[in-house]
């Protein structure tokens, strides 16, 4: 069947299931724009090409299909990197289509030309560009499967506009991913299984009295919750999360310590000082999550089991490593570790709860960020979908918002990209429309990305933002408080915008909060009115996150 390139994508596109994309139009895309007018594939036009690529992003985490989105060359397509590394940072399965001149025109300058594949080379699982239409196919089809095996990761198709207007034949490629035939493009490369330590590590679990567990973002990539609960109830092990680990286990579970890490809990922290033994699942150790690496859980040794071999060894060293798919490991490793001293572990469970960081009882009269979200949890009953923006509500919302549900907690981990939240809900919300979703925002990093606000009107989408004002830019303002003298250089707003106004002007229903008594009625109001709504909260200036580990210290040099 002889189609235009562009036709091609479509049809290439429907083939592989998508039926959401997130994108913006302009001058090299005008044929896909033409050939997507006559599909059934849904496209939600954005405000801004960063948005889309955090729309397709959020898509990824909480549905179960790869999130797609389009830009057109140029600016267009620069737009989408930062989406583009915030979803390499965290492993999101995405596959970005971006226009390009004509083929002839590549290397003039051309009006609106960027070397897409080479600006984007750094933050990529793969790019590739296509030079005939007849290559299309085969192009989609590598790129949705590399993009959604072994460890995930985002793929960039370049599109020459004249091989988008120029004829090819459209012949299904035979090879299919989903079977798990191996791709025929020469730059996919099968992931490596390696249990040969099995043994060993069954022997260290075993033996260990002190042991905790690292839930990673590896759990929720491979879908291997029921594994890691299976595990850690049948070894009696204690569950500690990483940032992009939240959700894994429920947060209400009895094994569940904490998150772990810079704003970590103290138990969770605690405990991974006090532990004699490691096992972690899908988890990178970054400099967050671990603190200064030489003092990361020195009496312990370590087990570190990942789909991804470049990660062992690469933060912290593992005395065993397994390679292979999370839920396959787990399960393994349960049957071979059996035989352990139940005693001791009760004892060592007992002991992490005397680890806590005492609860104080918060007897100001003032909008407390614990307060707002401990309220959205008691109105909601943790039948949410939470996204965050990036900053000091972002370590609130992972404290205290209770996951207990797998893959609800979509944030931006490695990159840390203000101007998430907001587009990644949208993604959220078309990925799983039988949810509520929940956007908990800053004042500061809400305006990276707030024109999607009108996205949410055009669409209808009932997605609710907890905007937290505190007129500041309120992580980096912490810090200058505690290491830099309260020299605050530029974190200070003179003025506050006005949230309602703006949110008002793009068709969202808004208002603002002005008493602490009244943060459950308001998000009661939010969650019964229909469509889009920004309740903002004005919260004190000086509020700050805490627990803190500083920057390149220990995990045990808390500040409480």
Same mark, same amino acid.
């Given at each position: 069947?002889?189609?235009?390139?562009?036709?091609?994508?479509?049809?290439?596109?429907?083939?592989?299931?998508?039926?959401?994309?997130?994108?913006?139009?302009?001058?090299?895309?005008?044929?896909?724009?033409?050939?997507?007018?006559?599909?059934?594939?849904?496209?939600?036009?954005?405000?801004?090409?960063?948005?889309?690529?955090?729309?397709?992003?959020?898509?990824?985490?909480?549905?179960?299909?790869?999130?797609? %989105?389009?830009?057109?060359?140029?600016?267009?397509?620069?737009? /989408? +990197?930062?989406?583009?590394?915030?979803?390499?940072?965290?492993?999101?399965?995405?596959?970005?289509?971006?226009?390009?001149?004509?083929?002839?025109?590549?290397?003039?300058?051309?009006?609106?030309?960027?070397?897409?594949?080479?600006?984007?080379?750094?933050?990529?699982?793969?790019?590739?560009?296509?030079?005939?239409?007849?290559?299309?196919?085969? *192009?989609?089809?590598?790129?949705?499967?590399?993009?959604?095996?072994?460890?995930?990761?985002?793929?960039?198709?370049?599109?020459?506009?004249?091989?988008?207007?120029?004829?090819?034949?459209?012949?299904?490629?035979?090879?299919?991913?989903?079977?798990?035939?191996?791709?025929?493009?020469?730059?996919?490369?099968?992931?490596?299984?390696?249990? &040969?330590?099995?043994?060993? #590590?069954?022997?260290?679990?075993?033996?260990?009295?002190?042991?905790?567990?690292?839930?990673?973002?590896?759990?929720?990539?491979?879908?291997?919750?029921?594994?890691?609960?299976?595990?850690?109830?049948?070894?009696?092990?204690?569950?500690?999360?990483?940032?992009?680990?939240?959700?894994?286990?429920?947060?209400?579970?009895?094994?569940?310590?904490?998150?772990?890490?810079?704003?970590?809990? #103290? #138990?969770?922290?605690?405990?991974? &000082?006090?532990?004699?033994?490691?096992?972690? +699942?899908?988890?990178?150790?970054?400099?967050?999550?671990?603190?200064?690496?030489?003092?990361?859980?020195?009496?312990?040794?370590?087990?570190?089991?990942?789909?991804?071999?470049?990660?062992?060894?690469?933060?912290?060293?593992?005395?065993?490593?397994?390679?292979?798919?999370?839920?396959?490991? !787990?399960?393994?490793?349960?049957?071979?570790?059996?035989?352990?001293?139940?005693?001791?572990?009760?004892?060592?469970?007992?002991?992490?709860? &005397?680890?806590?960081?005492?609860?104080?009882?918060?007897?100001?009269? #003032?909008?407390?960020?614990?307060?707002? /979200?401990?309220?959205?949890?008691?109105?909601?009953?943790?039948? +949410?979908?939470?996204?965050?923006?990036?900053?000091?509500?972002?370590?609130?919302?992972?404290?205290?918002?209770?996951?207990?549900?797998?893959?609800?907690?979509?944030?931006?981990?490695?990159?840390?990209?203000?101007?998430?939240?907001?587009?990644?809900?949208?993604?959220?919300?078309?990925?799983?429309?039988?949810?509520?979703?929940?956007?908990?925002?800053?004042?500061?990093?809400?305006?990276?990305?707030?024109?999607? *606000?009108?996205?949410?009107?055009?669409?209808?989408?009932?997605?609710?933002?907890?905007?937290?004002?505190?007129? %500041?830019?309120?992580?980096?303002?912490?810090?200058?408080?505690?290491?830099?003298?309260?020299?605050?250089?530029?974190? /200070?707003?003179?003025?506050?915008?006005?949230?309602?106004?703006?949110?008002?002007?793009?068709? +969202?229903?808004?208002?603002?909060?002005?008493?602490?008594?009244?943060?459950?009625?308001?998000?009661?109001?939010?969650?019964?009115?229909?469509?889009?709504?920004?309740?903002?909260?004005?919260?004190?200036?000086?509020?700050?996150?805490?627990?803190?580990?500083?920057?390149?210290?220990? !995990?045990?040099?808390?500040? /409480?």
């Amino acid at each position: 069947m002889e189609l235009t390139g562009a036709q091609i994508v479509v049809k290439s596109l429907e083939d592989e299931g998508v039926e959401t994309i997130f994108g913006l139009p302009g001058g090299t895309v005008i044929p896909l724009y033409d050939a997507l007018y006559d599909s059934s594939i849904q496209h939600v036009l954005v405000r801004h090409e960063q948005a889309a690529a955090h729309a397709a992003d959020g898509f990824s985490r909480v549905g179960d299909g790869v999130g797609v %989105c389009v830009a057109t060359s140029g600016p267009g397509a620069t737009n /989408l +990197v930062t989406g583009i590394a915030t979803a390499y940072r965290d492993s999101s399965p995405m596959v970005a289509i971006t226009g390009q001149v004509a083929t002839d025109s590549i290397g003039t300058d051309a009006f609106q030309e960027a070397h897409m594949l080479g600006i984007s080379l750094p933050v990529v699982k793969h790019s590739m560009q296509a030079r005939r239409a007849d290559d299309i196919p085969r *192009l989609i089809r590598d790129a949705f499967f590399i993009a959604s095996t072994g460890r995930p990761g985002p793929v960039v198709l370049d599109l020459p506009t004249n091989v988008q207007k120029a004829f090819g034949e459209y012949r299904r490629p035979v090879d299919s991913g989903k079977n798990g035939a191996p791709s025929e493009y020469p730059g996919y490369c099968a992931i490596r299984e390696d249990l &040969t330590r099995l043994d060993e #590590a069954a022997k260290l679990i075993r033996g260990a009295e002190r042991p905790v567990l690292i839930a990673g973002n590896g759990i929720n990539l491979s879908r291997a919750f029921e594994p890691l609960r299976v595990f850690a109830e049948g070894l009696e092990m204690p569950v500690a999360a990483s940032l992009l680990g939240k959700g894994a286990i429920r947060n209400d579970h009895p094994n569940f310590i904490g998150m772990m890490g810079m704003h970590g809990g #103290a #138990a969770a922290n605690r405990a991974i &000082t006090a532990a004699d033994l490691i096992v972690a +699942v899908g988890a990178r150790f970054s400099d967050r999550s671990i603190g200064k690496s030489e003092e990361f859980a020195r009496s312990a040794r370590v087990i570190h089991i990942d789909i991804d071999d470049a990660e062992i060894h690469k933060n912290v060293g593992a005395d065993v490593w397994l390679i292979g798919d999370a839920g396959k490991v !787990l399960n393994t490793l349960a049957e071979a570790a059996s035989g352990h001293d139940s005693l001791s572990r009760r004892a060592w469970m007992e002991k992490i709860l &005397t680890m806590r960081e005492p609860a104080v009882r918060d007897a100001s009269d #003032a909008m407390r960020p614990r307060r707002i /979200l401990d309220a959205l949890d008691e109105v909601t009953k943790g039948e +949410v979908i939470v996204t965050t923006e990036v900053g000091q509500h972002q370590m609130w919302a992972a404290q205290f918002h209770k996951t207990l549900h797998p893959r609800r907690f979509v944030t931006s981990g490695g990159l840390g990209t203000m101007g998430f939240g907001i587009p990644a809900a949208m993604g959220a919300h078309f990925a799983r429309p039988d949810l509520p979703v929940v956007c908990v925002a800053g004042d500061g990093s809400a305006m990276m990305n707030i024109q999607e *606000l009108d996205t949410y009107a055009r669409y209808d989408m009932p997605i609710k933002v907890l905007l937290f004002d505190n007129a %500041c830019l309120g992580m980096v303002r912490q810090w200058q408080q505690i290491f830099y003298n309260e020299r605050y250089s530029n974190t /200070l707003f003179a003025r506050r915008p006005d949230f309602v106004k703006i949110a008002e002007g793009m068709g +969202v229903t808004a208002f603002s909060v002005e008493s602490p008594q009244k943060i459950k009625s308001a998000i009661e109001r939010a969650v019964e009115t229909p469509g889009p709504v920004l309740v903002h909260f004005p919260i004190p200036q000086s509020e700050n996150v805490f627990p803190m580990v500083p920057a390149g210290e220990a !995990l045990s040099n808390m500040i /409480l």
